[in-house]
């Protein structure tokens, strides 16, 4: 370990080292070369003078804080994190060594880490009298470590202190509030948020932090107008989209007229094309009114803007769908379910298997749809289009009982039809007249019905009957019945 240590030290001498000018003759001499070597970004050289007058003054605070600072700026981390430490342990009562290893740790991701020293910066500046301005970005970093932790309420503590030591500071006030809406509080944050709005009426965050309170304490009329008027204070083109874009999702779950929501939308779309989630919703809206080349056209918008989003890609294949593109549904489900959350993967696995089904990929499509229906017990398109994937791999018994729960909980004709054919196919004759016979009686037209029916009684043995269902669906236009009259 030494002999790489010296290696690195060797291989970032400065100039001095070199055969040009001496090096500085004292300490403070060498120190304010580094400093100077540190503030113009020459971090090689800057980490040679530091380290040559640490070796020479291990005790030196000033030189181990350079060190840390330069090694932690050329992204050297691990190098950094151990000079911090270095620091902590020669002066445990400095609040700069814990402040800039806390720092360091939080780069590194070590969270756990990060609280322990931050939290010690917060102590050790405290007991030193610190005024809290010095100690503020200590409290910030705290805070947000322990959001990374996934514990909002710990960070709203935190927050809580620093804003009884900083009353007024609206950077402090505005995370407050969102650690308090984070840890389920929003009530309690309510107070803080206006006060930023107070001061600054357009802030976005605070406006969609203090809509979604008003939503969520059943003031969805409220949080609206107080939209409003962020809107008419905000400045920024994109900054008045996003606003509009939050007050169409509200009126949305006031159950607003689509259309209103629609021009909404497209009124923050006009003003930021690139805001994404506009688009998405646009197409969401055009997809549930039926209107699916719109909503594809507003589905790829989004998907320019954002390419990575699983509800983008979902939003996409089930366009695609619905316009009986199988082979781009197919595609655009798969890439969904790649990046998909839990929420999302069994649509997802849904589309992929449909279309999978469609495209002649039938062994995908049954490992898809079984996975669908293992989740949706009672969701009958899933065990309808398992069942045919399970025909189309010759799987007729499981074909059948599969077809069987889809006609339970949905018994339209086409369902019905489907289950007549796998019952075909397993010879279960009586079955397969059985579920026709239903299929003709609720839709007398449908011609494919009664020439399958037909088959069925004709296994039976009742040829009669047969011949009168085949002459049915030759009546209806069904050519293949032709050669089967007599």
């Not at 120190?31 to 070597?37: E, G, M, N, R, S």
């Not at 107008?225 to 204070?233: C, G, Q, V, Y």
């Not at 779309?269 to 055009?286: C, E, F, M, S």
């Not at 399958?452 to 030759?474: F, I, N, P, Q, T």
């Amino acid at each position: 370990m030494m002999r790489l240590l010296l290696i690195l030290v060797l291989a970032s001498l400065p100039a001095w080292a070199e055969g040009g000018p001496s090096p500085p003759g004292s300490l403070e001499e060498r120190l304010a070369a580094a400093y100077k070597a540190l503030e113009a970004g020459n971090y090689p050289e800057a980490i040679a003078l530091f380290e040559d007058v640490a070796v020479l003054d291990w005790r030196n605070f000033r030189a181990h804080f350079g060190l840390g600072l330069a090694y932690y700026r050329s992204g050297a981390l691990k190098e950094a994190l151990f000079e911090f430490r270095q620091l902590t342990k020669l002066y445990p009562k400095r609040f700069e060594g814990w402040y800039n290893l806390g720092v360091t740790q939080a780069r590194l991701r070590d969270w756990e880490g990060a609280v322990a020293s931050l939290e010690r910066a917060v102590s050790v500046g405290s007991q030193a009298g610190l005024p809290p301005a010095t100690l503020r970005p200590a409290y910030l970093a705290l805070a947000e470590a322990h959001r990374k932790r996934g514990e909002a309420a710990l960070a709203a503590k935190v927050l809580s202190q620093a804003y009884e030591r900083l009353p007024g500071d609206l950077e402090i006030a505005l995370r407050l509030a969102e650690a308090l809406v984070a840890s389920g509080m929003g009530e309690d944050a309510i107070p803080y948020l206006y006060e930023v709005l107070a001061q600054d009426r357009g802030n976005v965050t605070a406006s969609l932090l203090l809509a979604d309170v008003l939503v969520d304490q059943g003031l969805p009329e409220r949080a609206a107008r107080e939209l409003d008027r962020s809107i008419a204070a905000a400045t920024g083109q994109r900054e008045r989209a996003r606003l509009i874009y939050k007050k169409a999702l509200v009126l949305a779950g006031m159950g607003v007229e689509k259309d209103a929501v629609e021009a909404l939308l497209e009124q923050a779309i006009a003003l930021d094309p690139g805001l994404w989630q506009a688009h998405y919703d646009v197409g969401r809206l055009k997809l549930a009114l039926g209107d699916a080349e719109g909503a594809l056209r507003a589905f790829l918008l989004a998907y320019q803007a954002n390419p990575e989003d699983d509800r983008v890609l979902l939003g996409l294949a089930a366009a695609y769908d619905v316009l009986g593109k199988a082979a781009d549904a197919y595609r655009t489900a798969k890439l969904a379910l790649r990046k998909a959350t839990a929420t999302e993967r069994i649509e997802a696995l849904l589309l992929l298997g449909k279309n999978a089904y469609r495209t002649g990929r039938y062994p995908e499509a049954v490992e898809a749809l079984r996975q669908v229906v293992a989740e949706r017990k009672s969701d009958a398109d899933a065990w309808l289009w398992l069942g045919l994937a399970l025909y189309a791999v010759k799987d007729y018994g499981q074909a059948a009982a599969a077809l069987e729960r889809a006609a339970e909980l949905d018994g339209r004709v086409e369902v019905l039809e489907a289950l007549g054919a796998a019952y075909l196919a397993a010879r279960r004759f009586s079955d397969a007249e059985r579920v026709y016979t239903e299929a003709v009686l609720k839709a007398p037209d449908r011609a494919e019905a009664w020439y399958h029916l037909g088959w069925a009684l004709k296994a039976l043995g009742r040829d009669s009957e047969a011949r009168r269902a085949w002459k049915k669906a030759l009546e209806l236009g069904y050519k293949p019945a032709q050669g089967l009259v007599r």
